[in-house]
């Protein structure tokens, strides 16, 4: 009895790399999804009526209004969201077989809190993207195992 075996190595590795790559798109975008719901607690302002003429010290005049921002977010937490622009900032890319999640250059600051910020009491910091991909790994996997086995 003869057994011929016939070898197609060249279509297998299309198509796993394929698969992986359709993976990794995945799990990039629920990344990204995370993330950007990760930045969007929320810091109201609480407003203000000056209590007195402030004009000479760069504030305004008696009656006029100012803003502060009393919830901000403690070291290790996520920066909380004034305006929105550091959230939508959060981008993501996808080349190849590889993903990325990260800040534009314009977002610049959102990186410094990512990293670290050095003051006089030591580095603060308070990432978004890496606590996202670490309180996630199984739910990342998931999906990209899914997506992979749906190509």
């Not at 011929?4 to 197609?8: A, E, I, R, T, V």
């Not at 402030?54 to 209004?65: I, M, V």
């Given at each position: 009895m003869a057994v011929?075996?016939?070898?197609?190595g060249a279509a297998l590795a299309k198509y796993s790399r394929a698969a992986a790559a359709a993976g990794i798109k995945a799990?990039?975008?629920?990344?990204h999804g995370?993330?950007?719901q990760k930045a969007s607690i929320p810091n109201p302002a609480t407003r203000h009526k000056r209590v007195r003429d402030?004009?000479?010290?760069?504030?305004?005049?008696?009656?006029?209004?100012y803003s502060t921002w009393d919830n901000s977010s403690k070291p290790g937490e996520s920066p909380r969201r004034r305006?929105?622009?550091g959230q939508k900032n959060i981008v993501w890319g996808f080349a190849g077989d590889r993903g990325r999640v990260g800040y534009t250059k314009n977002a610049r600051y959102m990186t410094f809190h990512e990293l670290g910020i050095r003051t006089k009491t030591g580095l603060q910091k308070r990432p978004t993207i890496v606590p996202a991909l670490a309180d996630n790994l199984d739910r990342l996997y998931t999906?990209?195992?899914?997506?992979?086995e749906r190509r």
């Open positions: 011929k075996l016939k070898w197609n799990a990039t975008i629920e990344l995370i993330a950007r402030t004009s000479a010290q760069g504030g305004g005049p008696k009656g006029s209004q305006t929105g622009f999906i990209a195992k899914q997506a992979a």
